[in-house]
């Protein structure tokens, strides 16, 4: 079975702001959109991608680490993410659907994620490394939630420019 191609969902369309769907079928349509959602994320070298960053409102994402990091290609079907400890970290972020937008975000340092395989089995993984990062942002996005909500008010104005050029663009 051949998925449909896939292309990236920029800023400010409505499926980056809805909150996604649990994933009910572990079937080939699920594995079709889970292989076009890595593709994705390579040719925009990302380090994560949600469903909805490519039209389907579903609770699913990619992540792509470097190798020290411990999870080379991360599929996580259904998360559920718990903050470990206090201790937050601060750090720059930008997002595949905000091109040339970046801010620093406060989060939680350590969290541990509970997700489903592509074969709906579970899994708990714990980091305090930059893919407990990449996992949050990700996790966001099934929420609805962009950096641009969580940026620290000087970037938010610094992204104003850009954001109004991205609601253009998508209006024209
Ligand atoms: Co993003």
Known sequence: MSAAPRR?????????????AEVTRFD???????DEMVRVMREQEGAGLAAPQVGESLRVFVTEARPEEGEALGVHVNPV????????????EGCLSLPEI?????????????????????????????????????FDHLEGVLIVDRMAPVDRMRARKSLRALERSAGA
């Open 8 to 20: 990236i969902v920029l800023f400010p369309a409505a499926v980056l702001r809805r909150r996604a």
């Open 28 to 34: 080939d349509s699920l594995r079709g959109l889970v």
């Open 81 to 92: 993410i718990e903050i470990s400890g206090d201790e937050t970290d601060l750090m720059n």
């Open 102 to 138: 970046r801010g620093d975000i406060r989060r939680p340092a350590a969290v541990t994620i509970t997700s489903s395989d592509l074969e709906g089995r579970r899994h708990a993984r714990t980091s305090d490394g930059m893919i407990a990062r990449i996992w949050q942002h990700e």
